[in-house]
Structures are given as C-alpha cells and as structure tokens.
C-alpha cells in the first residue's frame, strides 16, 4: 500500500509497504538539478552533493562511510539534470540508524575549507575520466550541441573551469537556500509501516523553513538546430556516434507510443537498427536506441561504435531506419512483439524495493501522483499502428537531428546536408 504525507514544514512523504521483504530502500531526494545551474555555477549541485559525505558537525567521512558498512547496508548518491537523491539499501533493523545519518549529513555538513579543495581534485578527475569514455564522451558532447545555450545541454559535472571557480561561500549559500522541506521529498519502500516511518523522520530531520528557497534558473524550452560535430581522438579503434532529435517530456500523451516506437527502433535485440547494423551489416557490436524524457522536455539517441571507415555507412542506415517507420506502417507481429517487450520490462523493473522506491519518487515529481502498473501497462495496450507512424512523422520528418562522432576521424568530411534526403 503506498501512502503519501506532507509534514507542516512542506516536507513530502511517500511510502510503500510491502511485507514480504526484510529490507527497506530509502530516498532523500531535493528537487533541483544541473538545470537549476547558471553558466557560472555549472556543476554546484553535484559537488554540494558530493561534499555533503565528507564530514559534518558530528563525524567525518570515514565514520560515514564505516556507518553504513557497519550494518551491511549500501548507500550512494546521484545529481541529475532536475533532482540530487541520496539513497541507502538496508535491513528494516537498521532504519533509525540510517535516518540518523542522513539527517546528519543533509542538515549539518560541515563544508570545510580543506574537505572542499580535496574534493575539487576528485571532481576535477571525474570530469577527466568523462573524456577518457568515449561511450560517455560522445553523450554530453551531443547534450552541449543540441542545446547549447540551455542548462540541459551543459554537464551535470560542469566544467574544470566553473568547479575551480566554486568556493566554500558558494557552496554553503546554495545549500542553505535549496535543502529545505518544501525541496525534498523523502520516499521509502520495504517491510515497514507509514506512520512509523512519519513519526522517526520527524524526529530525525527536525528541518524548519528557516528561508524561503530559491527558484534557480528558469529556462525557456529548449530548441534544437541540426549539426554534425567530429571530436578527434586519436587513440580509439572505433568511431562512436551519438545522432539524436527532439522527442517527448515525461508527461506527454504520447509518450507511451513513444516508447513501443523505440523497442522497434533500437531498444531491443530484435529490434531493426540491432538487426541491421550488427546482425544482418556486422557494422557495429553495440548499437541501440533510447528516450529521455524530462519534465518539460526530451529527446531521443541513438548510439553506435563503428570503424572509422564505416561511420558515413552507419550514420545513413540509421537514418534509413528512421524513415521507414514513417513511410511503411509496421506490422501487427512487430507491434504486438514491441508492445510485450515494453510490458515485460516494465513489470520486471518494479520487482525490487529499490525500484519501488526509486518509482515513487519519478510518480511524484512528475505526475504528482502515483501511476499503477496497470494504468501503465493499459496504456501500452491501446498503442496502435497509426500511433507508431505518427509518432515518427512528428520525431523523423523534419531534420532537427544532431550528430556527433568521437574518434580517430582523419580525412573524414560529413556534412548536415549529405543525410537531408533520408
């Protein structure tokens, strides 16, 4: 059973029962994210989220870190485009000691001088190891040229240049004015019960809304223009291409039409770009398709790593795909397949607490309310042939599509009008 509270400091609650287990996935979760970021503080979010385990007013990092080991449990953390979470793994046991630790580090950080300069050369290093991805390389650079002049298309690391510009005042200043109650949402699955859950977090997260938060930046909707971008790396033995073009928010009617089209697309092993570049072309080892959805926005990739030599060939048979779905409808066997591949994946992707928990948050931030499996899987149901083919005229047609290629690209000339026809 999952229930929902909000505490008279604007603090959000949502739970999820479930009994069978002996274990409870617990989320912290603050409603800002890279996008929230100006040019000049490009990053904040992510390092205030990485400062917040390095030490506060009662125990320093390694405590915090022997804490949760401890009692076997696992806890990490992630800064994303909207939100930052901090989320543990623990036995039912252990909840009031996790509760404790959580609140520790998300009301009193230390945010220490010295803690911040050691941790700006991780950050610094994380940014580096991005550039020595490919895989991930060719993603953010594709983010940075489709929305260049939108706080979705920068990284979520920022850049050498803001992290070294970030000082303890700033840190502290943007702490104090975003986590606060009516920012956070703390969500819970597991063996545990609801009103036991409300009466500890009150006790343990004893946060006033001392201040009133801060918006952040406001962006208008993003638009995208069609670009081909080479980023030389001489070292690599494959090219990696990242071609993508506008698609749907979360939130849109669409997007679970939109979501059977990218199974038959590229997000399954059977579906036609897989069968095409790799089985039937032997072009690629991994190629693959996906959406992602934000809250006002999105967009679709497509991914593959090729020789250099074959990258042009890879990049018009993706867009031969593409086209096809536009002008010849699919079949009732593939539908049917896609549609059963999408529900399948859906039902096994809430077996877990975790996945539970990560689920009440995603229902709660986007929809404001929670969104059963079978409303889901209903949904799919109702995709039609139509629907796949008009979805693609609207995503496909028109060519405000990006294409970014990252690897040892001597000699190789493509241009945005070479692939206009498809």
Not at 375 to 395: G, K, P, R, W, Y
Request: one cysteine or more; charged letters at 25%.
């Amino acid at each position: 059973m999952i229930k929902k509270e909000v505490l008279d400091n604007g603090l959000t609650i949502l739970t999820e029962s479930i009994e069978h287990v002996h274990s409870i996935a617990l989320g912290v979760w603050l409603k800002k994210g890279s996008q929230n970021e100006s040019p000049q503080d490009a990053g904040i979010y992510h390092f205030i989220e990485h400062m917040l385990f390095k030490g506060t007013e009662n125990r320093d990092a390694y405590e915090i870190a022997k804490m949760i080991d401890s009692i076997g449990g696992f806890s990490d953390a992630f800064t994303s485009k909207e939100n930052t979470c901090f989320y543990a793994k623990l036995l039912d046991e252990h909840l009031p000691i996790v509760l404790e630790l959580f609140s520790d580090i998300l009301i009193r950080p230390k945010l220490g001088k010295e803690d911040i300069e050691r941790e700006r050369k991780v950050i610094l290093e994380e940014i580096k190891m991005v550039e020595d991805t490919p895989g991930d390389l060719v993603h953010e650079l594709f983010l940075e040229n489709f929305w260049p002049d939108h706080p979705l298309g920068r990284p979520i690391l920022g850049t050498a240049e803001t992290v070294n510009s970030i000082d303890q005042w700033l840190l502290r200043d943007r702490f104090t004015q975003n986590y606060v109650p009516q920012n956070m949402l703390v969500t819970a699955a597991g063996n545990l019960k609801h009103e036991e859950m409300v009466d500890k977090i009150q006790h343990y997260f004893r946060l006033e809304n001392l201040s009133q938060a801060k918006n952040g930046v406001t962006a208008s909707q993003p638009k995208a223009a069609s670009f081909i971008t080479l980023r030389p790396k001489k070292d690599l033995e494959q090219a990696h291409i990242s071609l993508g073009m506008m698609g749907y928010s979360a939130v849109d009617k669409d997007r679970y039409a939109a979501s059977v089209l990218n199974v038959i697309l590229g997000g399954s092993m059977s579906s036609r770009l897989f069968q095409e570049l790799r089985e039937e072309r032997g072009l690629c080892y991994s190629v693959y398709s996906a959406l992602s959805p934000f809250k006002d926005t999105g967009y679709i990739s497509i991914y593959a790593a090729t020789g250099k030599e074959t990258v042009r060939e890879a990049i018009e048979l993706i867009l031969q795909q593409c086209h096809r779905l536009i002008t010849e409808p699919v079949s009732t066997e593939e539908l049917e397949n896609a549609k059963n591949h999408l529900k399948g994946s859906v039902i096994l992707s809430l077996e877990g607490s975790s996945s539970r928990m990560f689920n009440l948050a995603r229902n709660d931030l986007y929809y404001e309310r929670q969104i059963t499996t079978e409303e889901i899987l209903n949904a799919i149901s109702m995709v039609t042939i139509h629907d796949i083919q008009h979805i693609a005229m609207e995503l496909f047609q028109h060519s405000n599509y990006g294409v970014v290629v990252v690897g040892d690209l001597d000699h190789l000339d493509l241009q945005v009008k070479d692939f206009q026809t498809h």
